[in-house]
């Protein structure tokens, strides 16, 4: 067992800089000397039932096991450039809260932190409830399962991501992301996935206007669209929808199957040659 710091305030510049094999329980990290940097260049750190009001805690740490503790909203930028990181039970609600950190496991958390995760890789998350903007920029190897999301702009350029049992409200979503599974889950919001590569959706629900736009090897297997428009502009994409949908616009080349669409737009003044082959209900349409 490590040093234990139990039921004390921290609130100095650097209190426990360069800790080693520490365990932190019921403390808090405020006071009228606003420190920052608490557990900077530290390795082996255990949180327990603690609080932490200032900025910067956990910058440089390698093996943070954070549980039952809270991050407040002046909390900022608490966890950078830090690797072997577990955090469960718990709530993060600084800005920017985990940033180019690697080898992380998130379990049963509520996240309310814009520009989430911003280049962190091997990430695995369970019942995460998250509402930020630009969630996920640049994160690679990504495991996520029942992700209640809220906000815009996430999960942009990251590669090697998997999600499943999800619901995502956001706009802007997956552009320019590479080799995403996203399985039984909801995605409501405008404009997704324009630029993505390698992009498949299994047994979801797709609401929102303009989805679809400039993908290569798009894939949608019995998934519905009720409602989406002007989807598909110059993709490349094999797709079956089990449900109606408003418009396909410009299709660059696959399949295309559709319960029902209101219009299928080909226009004349496409810069690019659309002969996806479309089917609605059973008949060649296109």
Avoid at 7 to 26: H, K, P
Avoid at 168 to 195: M, P, Q, R
Wanted: charged share 25%; hydrophobic share 35%.
């Amino acid at each position: 067992m490590g040093k234990l710091y139990k039921n004390q305030t921290f609130e100095n510049e650097r209190d426990l800089y360069g800790a080693r094999d520490v365990i932190i329980e019921n403390c808090l990290v405020d006071g009228p000397s606003d420190g920052e940097s608490f557990l900077k260049e530290a390795s082996n750190v255990q949180v327990l039932n603690s609080r932490f009001h200032l900025r910067y805690p956990f910058w440089h740490v390698n093996n943070l096991s954070i549980s039952t503790s809270e991050m407040n909203e002046n909390c900022r930028a608490a966890i950078w450039y830090s690797k072997n990181i577990d955090i469960r039970d718990s709530k993060l609600n600084g800005i920017k809260a985990l940033r180019e950190c690697e080898y992380i496991n998130l379990e049963n958390l509520s996240i309310n932190s814009p520009e989430f995760a911003w280049k962190s890789h091997h990430i695995t998350a369970k019942n995460i409830s998250l509402t930020s903007e630009y969630a996920f920029l640049e994160a690679s190897d990504v495991t996520i399962k029942n992700l209640t999301f809220e906000g815009k702009y996430s999960f942009q350029y990251t590669k090697d991501v998997q999600i499943s049992h999800s619901k995502l409200v956001t706009k802007d979503c997956f552009w320019h992301a590479k080799n995403v599974t996203i399985k039984d889950s909801i995605i409501e919001g405008e404009y997704l996935a324009w630029y993505s590569e390698n992009l498949t959706l299994i047994n979801c629900k797709i609401s929102g206007t303009q989805p679809f736009c400039y993908c290569k090897n798009l894939k949608l297997i019995n998934c519905t669209m009720e409602g989406c428009d002007l989807a598909f502009e110059y993709s490349e994409v094999e797709a079956n929808i089990v449900s109606s949908m408003k418009s396909i616009k410009n299709p660059k080349s696959g399949n295309i199957t559709v319960q029902q669409v209101d219009e299928i737009i080909i226009s004349e003044d496409s810069v690019y040659p659309c002969e996806a082959k479309i089917v609605e209900n059973g008949k060649i349409k296109s």
